[in-house]
């Protein structure tokens, strides 16, 4: 975890922001990287660490839920040896929707994580950006830590707030995952 949190604060910024939008090269990346250390310190790669411990029970969540939801359906993990479509289509929506689960469950912590590791602007980087707005003020956008990230979330955007982007996270992950523990579950059976 904390050899990869800086990864991660590196991946935020560079979605989110406009002046990261193009195609880049490694070097610019480490430019990016070095002008941002310099401007905040070593410290601000590791903001969204502690949201980040909690991300850890993903797997568990997942996990968890695929075998109680397979049990629940009288579907025997690893024991398909002929392909049919109830060796299909069990483990891909099982697996879809254990996985979905898992993304619910922890969205919230997810976005305090990824608020937390957005990068800080100075009033004069807003307007020369243009990106002051009546719903962007800086004492709604500057977070202090993950208790002060999660209270302002629900201060000025309610809980709804704590689940911006599921649908799209959902959209993706629930094919994916299903397919994964499709294949997951092809290969027990072929061992």
Known sequence: MAVTTPFWTVKTRMCLFQEYNQAMTSR???????KDMWKEGPKTFYRGFTPSLFMSFYGVIQMCSYEGLTHA???ESGKAK???WDNLLVPFFVGGTSRSLASVTLMPINVVRMRMQMKNYTKEEVDAKHLG???NKRKEIVYQGARDTARKIWQHEGAAGFFKGLTPSVLKIFPTSGIFFLAYEISLGLL
């Open 73 to 75: 359906l009288g579907y």
């Open 82 to 84: 002929r392909l049919s």
């Open 133 to 135: 707005r009546e719903t």
């Open 28 to 34: 610019q990346i480490a430019a990016v990287v070095i």
